[in-house]
């Protein structure tokens, strides 16, 4: 046997790769990467597809959802799966992946932004699991397991830096706090719709003209008890991203307030001053006051009026 790192080979082009596991297997594994037109050829030509599943799975807007060919009795898989943030995208997204079932073949789907979970399949380990599947349909729930742990991973990388801004809440916030708070919260909703719409696929599975085998059933339900966990993840972390969000808008409005008071009593303070010192600087005779040393009374009765008025407002708690 060769080494396990020479037995991924080229067979049907340099796109369309078969992936040889280290023991034999009643089944087959095609992984395409970026499909191209001539790779659409290839598919059409060599394993019989027709356009309307090459439209299908060249769609990368596809939702998760099953189908079923009569015709060609292959079976249609999107499955979503979670894109981490981008200097492009400062949130979390999701894409597509598509699994295509004709007989004891599957075809993966995958463009560039979703390789990262088949390349996790491309450690030795790895393969000794995947080819401990009995059948196609076990294999294919395996890829379901492991893709759906990916949400999990995504939710406690959201969820640990909600909590740095948490501890940032208790001392200061500012406008870029507010920034990721927000980008937390759009990952949160990308990664709601996304785990439901999967949960959809395949609760419809039950109903799909797969043949499962008792141990791919297991599977199955491991994959459901997956991402329901990962929905159930997600749904608590955006109530409590609700919560912290509403509260920062309040702290923010309370401090917003506390200035607004702040500049509102210290005008009025200062406006004692103004009236006064107009007043008394005109150019025309006063009554009173005709004293040299009249600007010390005046200045005494300032300061006496803003003591007057800081105090009554204090008193009604203005500040």
Known sequence: ???????????????????????????????????SEEDSDKLQSDFNFTPDIISYISDRHERPHYDYDVHTRSHLLVYDVPIWPTNTIKHFTSHPITFLVVGENVFTFHTESTSYVFDEFNDEHMRERLSEAKDVTELLMMFFLYSSQYFQRAVTQLDVERNSLDQKLSDDINNKDLVELSNIEKSLVYL??????DLMMLHSLDHSKLLFTKEARERLDDVLIESSQ??????????????????????????????????????????????????YGMNVSLPILKNSFDWVLIILLMVVLMVWLVILMKKHHFF
Not at 2 to 30: D, G
Not at 192 to 197: G, K, M
């Open 230 to 279: 990962s929905a159930e993840m997600v749904q608590i972390s955006q109530q409590v991203t609700k919560t912290l969000s509403a509260t920062s808008n309040n702290m923010m409005n309370n401090n917003l307030n506390d200035t607004m008071q702040f500049l509102t009593v210290w005008s009025l303070v200062l406006t004692i001053p103004t009236i006064l010192t107009g007043f």
């Open 1 to 35: 046997m060769l080494p396990f790192n020479k037995q991924i080979k080229v067979e049907v082009s340099w796109l369309i790769r078969q992936q040889n596991f280290p023991v034999k297997t009643n089944y087959k594994w095609y992984d395409i990467n970026n499909l």
């Open 192 to 197: 709601s719709s996304s785990i439901q719409t």
